[in-house]
């Protein structure tokens, strides 16, 4: 199972929106709407932001979006802030309880 | 607030053994499936295995399949990673995650575990 592809590094200026792509398959991403995000911090444990695809664990900022198009998925911040500045990686449930994680995304705050 | 902690990693030669712990508070264990994830030092991240809540299923990722054996005993709370003929690629810190429900098919991962670091060089 290859890895999902995402742009190594993405940035905007604070109050402005992102999209972080993540794309995958008919296999995986494309198979099933069950695409997550993971937020991480350097030398820190990786935090759900979002999961089946759109929806927001309790106390996730709503800035954080996210939504699918055929075999791809994305992730949007929307009102950028500074706290925002973390590594980000998809993953998508890929059939016959295997997973497959995004090769991870580095969002710089300007 | 739930809480995973993971204990017994370390340095092991390549060919050699660990056991890792992740002992889990705060909910009800016995109702969770639960999944290891593994980052290797700079690099992102990879899915190494899954148990079912009770135990009866189990996956393993191909890269590890054969030398690792997960297993849980939910009479102390604790899942397991047994850890055989550890290569040095097999060198990364360790997350332990739980799944939402008592499966280990269509899940996501959260909370997650600080990691337990196994390092395997001579």
């Known amino acids: 199972q290859s890895a999902l592809t995402q742009p190594a590094s993405v940035s905007g200026s604070p109050g402005q929106s992102i999209t972080i792509s993540c794309a995958g398959t008919s296999s995986d991403v494309g198979s099933y709407n069950l695409v997550s995000w993971y937020q991480q911090y350097p030398g820190k444990a990786p935090k759900l932001m979002i999961y089946e695809g759109s929806e927001r664990p309790f106390g996730v900022s709503t800035r954080f979006s996210g939504s699918k198009s055929g075999n791809t998925a994305s992730l949007t911040i929307s009102g950028l802030q500074a706290e925002d500045e973390a590594d980000y990686y998809c993953c998508s449930y890929a059939g016959s309880a295997t997973y497959v994680f995004g090769t991870g995304t580095k969002v710089t705050v300007l | 607030e739930v809480q995973l902690v993971e204990s017994g990693g370390g340095i092991v030669q390549p060919g050699g053994s660990l056991r890792l712990s992740c002992s889990a508070s705060?909910?009800?264990?016995?109702?969770?499936?639960m999944h290891w994830v593994r980052q290797a030092p700079g690099k992102g991240l990879e899915y190494v295995s899954a148990?079912?809540?009770?135990?009866?299923?189990?996956y393993y990722a191909d890269s590890v399949k054969g030398r690792f054996t997960i297993s849980r005993d939910n009479s102390k709370n604790t899942l397991y990673l047994q850890m055989r003929s550890l290569r040095p690629e097999d060198t990364a810190v360790y997350y332990c995650v739980r799944a939402p429900y008592d499966q280990i098919l269509y899940s996501w991962f959260d909370p997650w575990g600080q990691g337990a670091l196994v390092t395997v060089s001579s």
């Open positions: 148990i079912s809540s009770d135990g009866g299923k189990t």
């Open positions: 705060l909910f009800t264990f016995t109702n969770y499936a």
